[in-house]
């Protein structure tokens, strides 16, 4: 097809597009720590050395909880392609559209979309769910692995010994902590990182899915949706359903 058939539209907005990339950084940063982490007995990482790489994890974490929250307010804020309305497979008349959208699919006719079409949404979603119960998990687990904020000096003050200032205890310190207290303190924190852990293999399956379908799209009925993440344009030769 021509070049000169195609029309470029201007869908994605600089701080869409700036999530995007944050975000992707974090993530795999926090995924690769997080393997190092979990395998620290087999790879013989010291306390010291864990203490180290939980540090990392936590810093790296409160980039992407706040870049997540910029997100979610901008959801609100946004051009129309990153508000929720556009994101959400919710609304009026989306029912219609992803049926359509299913129809167009199997008849080898696929629809042009500039931000995400109605069957990506729902996957979308799902995404969005599990980046906000990783980022609510892992706060509370930064305060009960290394007494970070915004929780780490309630639970200091919850497990430190008689007559030990909270703010001196320090992660694997156990002559510093009353042991009931800290007991109880793990069984409180036991469904938190049992979420955060499920949450961190979901995304290790949902991530490679999501980069193959969008390049799968790309490939299919271009538009340029990956190039899209950085020039904040797409291009096709018809005229897209959402424009």
């Known amino acids: ?16 597009r ?13 995924l690769a720590v997080g393997l190092v982490i979990f ?40 051009n129309r392609y990153a508000r929720f ?34 069957l990506a949404r729902i996957g979308l979603t799902f995404l969005i769910i599990i980046l906000i119960s990783q980022a ?7 305060g009960t692995d290394i007494y970070y904020p915004p929780f ?22 156990k002559e510093l902590v009353d042991e009931t207290a800290f007991n109880e303190m793990r069984a409180f924190r036991s469904p938190y990182i049992e979420l955060h852990v499920y949450g961190f293999y ?6 490679p899915i999501h980069v193959f379908a969008a390049i799968t799209v790309d490939r299919k009925i271009g538009g340029g949706l990956i190039s899209a993440l950085f020039t904040g344009k797409k291009v096709y030769p018809d005229e897209p359903e959402d424009k």
């Open 1 to 16: 097809m021509s070049d000169q058939n195609l029309k470029s539209y201007k869908v994605w907005d600089l701080p869409t």
């Open 18 to 30: 700036l999530f995007h990339g944050i975000n992707l950084l974090s993530i795999l940063v926090l």
């Open 39 to 78: 395998n620290a007995g087999a790879l013989g990482v010291s306390r010291e050395g864990k203490i180290l790489l939980k540090t990392i994890h936590v810093i790296t974490g409160y980039v992407f909880a706040v870049n997540l929250v910029l997100r979610l307010v901008w959801g609100f804020f946004g």
């Open 85 to 118: 309305s556009a994101l959400l497979p919710a609304g009026k008349g989306y029912g219609a559209e992803l049926k359509a959208f299913l129809a167009a699919e199997k008849a080898g006719k696929p629809q042009y979309y500039l931000g995400h079409n109605p």
């Open 136 to 142: 609510s998990t892992g706060l509370v687990l930064a």
């Open 152 to 173: 780490g000096g309630w639970i200091a003050e919850w497990v430190a010994a008689s007559g030990v200032d909270p703010s001196t205890l320090v992660p694997y310190a």
């Open 202 to 207: 979901t995304l290790l399956v949902l991530i």
